[in-house]
């Protein structure tokens, strides 16, 4: 049963997102327009310089997007046609996208039960089936993946913290755990830069390969491989640098709000997988509610709640896999809402939701 609610006519529409802008970001991003920065130069050196410092990385490379991201990550690694790709059917479409263009063979993992990461009984059953080039992980809503708890060895991994980027883990080092890591800057993300992502490798072999492939001002050597104009722009490497600083503010904002929805969606019997206490980081937040998807949105919608499918399509659904091979994936699809959870979201839009999740029984 859906509890009936009336909505005061002083109630606003809540948006499912809102990125974490505020005058600051603004305010840079019109200073690099009056000192004419909008090529790639010195401000993306700096965001680079800060991304590497504030996280302790070794090498760290940008690009103006996930999957400029993704396909220079499986260029580095040699992935050609007819290489295997182990990953989740809940990996990012922008993998996907650099696999395709490669040729490469996507080989799909569903997800474990009550679970946002890759279900470790089919994860090992199809590596020893298809014996993959490249395993992608990826910290799925913000559930932080212990790379440790998959067979790898041998394997080279990219792992994708776009979701759980300064997630404090002693035991999960986030963002150094694979071969390459990439991290996602979308309004969508962690933090953004409008759109880009960040590499970073311990490798430094990898590194220049890397950087082989991006496009470069420099005079071309004869017989030099094709490159890619990647760049990200000064522009948006503004924007990035003011998020980093911004960073530890929305993470602690976003894990005040997700202790609300906990406790709500406890005392109203729903589920939600998040299960690392102090660890998970809650870029988004699923729920899984036992009644049909349609009847959750309209509850939803009449209470001026902005709501989002877990996926627009899981990866399986992309290739038409059988769905029934696809069970825990498929359950989180067709019960699963993300709701709101940026950190701008007033006391009053938090309280809001919360009763809203226990409005549904």
């Keep these: 049963m859906i509890a009936e609610k009336n909505i ?5 529409q809540i948006e499912y997102h809102k990125p974490t802008f505020s005058k600051e970001e603004l305010q840079i991003v019109l200073d690099c327009l009056v000192d ?15 991304f590497k410092s504030t996280f302790k990385l070794r090498q760290v490379i940008s690009t103006n997007s996930l999957f400029s991201a993704y396909h220079l990550s499986l260029l580095s690694l040699g992935v050609t046609e007819g290489d295997s790709i182990l990953l989740s059917s809940y990996a990012p479409h922008e993998a996907i996208d650099a696999i395709m263009l490669l040729r490469a063979n ?5 997800l474990g039960k009550s679970s946002f990461g890759m279900d470790e009984e089919d994860f090992h059953k199809k590596l020893k089936q298809f014996n993959p ?61 409008g759109n880009g992502a960040v590499i970073n490798t311990q490798n430094d072999s990898i590194a220049e390969a890397i950087r082989s492939y991006k496009y470069s001002p420099v005079l ?25 600083s911004k960073l530890g503010v929305i993470i602690e904002r976003k ?18 997988y998040f299960n690392k206490s102090g660890i998970d980081q809650y870029n988004r937040f ?3 509610f036992s009644k049909p998807f349609d009847e959750v949105l309209r509850y939803f919608k009449s209470l001026l709640i902005g709501t989002e499918r877990t996926s627009t399509e899981p990866i399986h659904r992309i ?34 939701i919360a009763s809203s999740i226990k409005g549904i029984y």
Excluded at 8 to 12: D, F, L, M, P, Q
Excluded at 222 to 239: C, E, P, S, T
């Design 255 to 272: 894990k005040k709000i997700a202790q609300v929805y906990l406790q709500a969606v406890l005392s109203a019997s729903h589920e939600t």
């Design 220 to 244: 071309r050597k004869k017989g030099q491989k094709i490159r890619f104009d990647y760049n990200l722009l000064d522009i948006h490497a503004a924007i990035g640098i003011e998020q980093i």
């Design 106 to 110: 996507p080989v799909v993992v569903d």
């Design 8 to 12: 005061a006519s002083t109630h606003k």
């Design 36 to 50: 004419d920065l909008v090529g790639s130069g010195t401000v993306v050196e700096k965001f680079e310089k800060d």
């Design 133 to 193: 080039k490249v395993i992608l992980f990826d910290h799925t809503f913000g559930s932080v993946v212990n790379l440790k708890n998959y067979q790898t060895e041998g394997i080279h991994t990219i792992e994708d913290y776009s979701e759980a980027l300064g997630a404090d883990s002693e035991e999960i080092p986030v963002g150094k755990q694979g071969t390459i890591s990439i991290c996602g800057l979308s309004s969508m993300n962690v933090i953004t830069t």
């Design 319 to 352: 290739f038409e896999l059988p769905n029934q091979d696809f069970p825990n994936s498929e359950r989180l699809f067709q019960r699963g809402h993300c709701i709101p959870i940026y950190p701008n979201l007033t006391r009053d839009n938090v309280s809001r």
């Design 286 to 288: 699923p729920i899984v």
